[in-house]
């Protein structure tokens, strides 16, 4: 029997009441993963902060599976532990599996660092290199990876904070020629432009401003903090997608829609109203270009596990704004497409999938929407609906903002885009106080101006 090691590090150190209650279980979900690997001893190793794998309330591990083992190392584990852990387990296979964290996006770059010395032990391992996690975490590493690859992406202009706003130099520099240089690229950039910090996560901290004196006026006041990009601000539909696998076997999902059911709102990550759903299908809109340029860009950044790109459409040209190197707001989305759990990912890039991913025949429509706070009977039921495939109910506590919870829900299974309408609708009739009625006006409005009537596979 071969040992396999699942390993994630995180940075977070999470207030105790920051809960993330999960339908079905993340403990049921390893289970059942590992039901369909019964030739494989399984292992996670990983921090009672690590929200997207462990059922944790009140900071203490609430259900644990009984298919895995476990291997909790202290909230404030650094590399060295980590990399201490895995190795004394004597694993055949060790998988990375990089995590979310607000503020800085950066837990992926200590999981590669993590596998590169487990390599040197001489573990097979899966995990991109710490230079791709590099190329992701600072977004201008990322513009320059894809200009020169000949992606397709909007313009944008780098701000070196400390520079921008020197006066080091006192009476030896009489003015500011770096300032000088960036507000005269800036007035020559089309408008408007979306100003954002090079390192930031979950669009923290985005302004968009609206012509050149707004940007002007932000630079120069106290709100610019840090390095920032100056970006081109596409006008188009976003949609988002995601590359699962390893080298030389990557699975390419086609674009999902994502949009705002009200109109002349900006899609928020964390926002009550942003909607989520596909496969998006029509060949009109260019879908196998888009997935050929997505294996493309896999393949060039060397990328393993999961890499989820932001992609806008913009009178029918795919551009590319950002890539996440780790699980997305989009993975439970997908897989439930699929037809398989997150994990699967992970253990499938390691042994093999069962089942041939890039063929969309192989793909059901699904959609991911958001519940206000619900009580957790509520939510039980709601989850035991056959076409409900998650339910993550977040509370959340950032900095600047008041505490607030949410339940990020995905239900899926469907043929067809007219099923999935259909079923969606019986659901918020059955639940009306839970599901607001305006997602699915929104939603059929959303695919009724897009192609005049639905559209089947």
């Known amino acids: 029997m071969k040992r396999v090691v699942f390993y994630s590090s995180n940075s977070k150190h999470r207030d105790k009441s920051s809960n993330c209650t999960v339908f079905p279980k993340w403990s049921r979900q390893w289970d059942e993963m590992a039901k369909r690997h019964p030739d494989y001893d ?60 607000s503020g800085y996006d950066w837990n992926g770059l200590r999981d590669a660092a993590i596998a590169e010395g487990l390599r040197k032990k001489g573990i097979d391992t899966y995990c991109y290199s710490t230079d791709t996690a590099m190329n992701c975490f600072d977004k201008w590493r990322t513009h320059q990876i894809l200009k020169n690859g000949g992606f397709r992406i909007p313009d944008a202009l780098y701000l070196h904070y400390e520079l921008f706003k020197t006066d080091k130099l006192g009476e030896a520099c009489t003015g500011n020629v770096y300032q000088e240089y960036i507000l005269w690229e800036t007035e020559n950039m089309k408008m408007p432009v979306v100003i954002k910090s090079t390192t930031g996560s979950s669009s923290m901290g985005i302004y968009i401003a609206k012509d050149y004196e707004d940007a002007k006026a932000y630079l120069l006041s106290d709100r610019l903090t840090e390095d920032v990009i100056l970006e081109e601000f596409l006008e188009g539909e976003e949609y988002g997608a995601e590359v699962h696998g390893d080298r030389g076997n990557y699975y390419v999902s086609p674009p999902f829609r994502i949009f705002n059911t009200v109109p002349g709102q900006l899609n928020d990550p964390l926002g009550q109203t942003t909607i989520k759903y596909g496969p998006i299908l029509d060949p009109k809109l260019h879908i196998e270009e888009v997935r050929s340029e997505l294996k493309r860009l896999a393949e060039l950044m060397g990328f393993s596990g999961i890499m989820e790109v932001d992609l806008v459409l913009v009178q029918d040209k795919w551009y590319i704004l950002e890539i996440n190197n780790r699980w997305s707001g989009l993975t439970t989305l997908i897989t439930a497409s699929q037809g398989r759990l997150p994990y699967d990912v992970y253990m499938d890039e390691a042994v093999g999938a069962a089942v041939d991913y890039n063929d969309t025949k192989n793909l059901s429509f699904s959609c991911q929407f958001k519940m206000p706070d619900v009580k957790e009977d509520t939510l039980s039921k709601i989850a035991s609906e056959p076409s409900m495939k998650s339910i993550i109910k977040y509370d959340v506590r950032l900095p600047g903002r008041e505490p607030f919870t949410f339940n990020d829900a995905v239900t899926g299974g469907y043929a067809s885009m007219e099923e999935l309408l259909a079923g969606f609708s019986s659901l918020q009739k059955k639940y009306p106080d839970e599901i607001p009625e305006a997602l699915i006006k929104a939603l059929k409005e959303k695919e009724r101006l897009t192609y005049g009537k639905y559209h089947y596979r």
């Open 42 to 101: 399984i292992t996670l190793v990983l921090q009672l902060n690590g929200r997207y794998f462990l059922d944790i309330t009140d900071g203490e591990l609430s259900d644990k599976p009984e298919n895995i083992t476990l291997k909790i190392l202290p909230m404030e584990a650094k590399l060295p532990e980590f990399l201490q852990a895995v190795e004394e387990l004597k694993p055949d296979i060790a998988v990375a599996m990089p995590g979310p964290v």
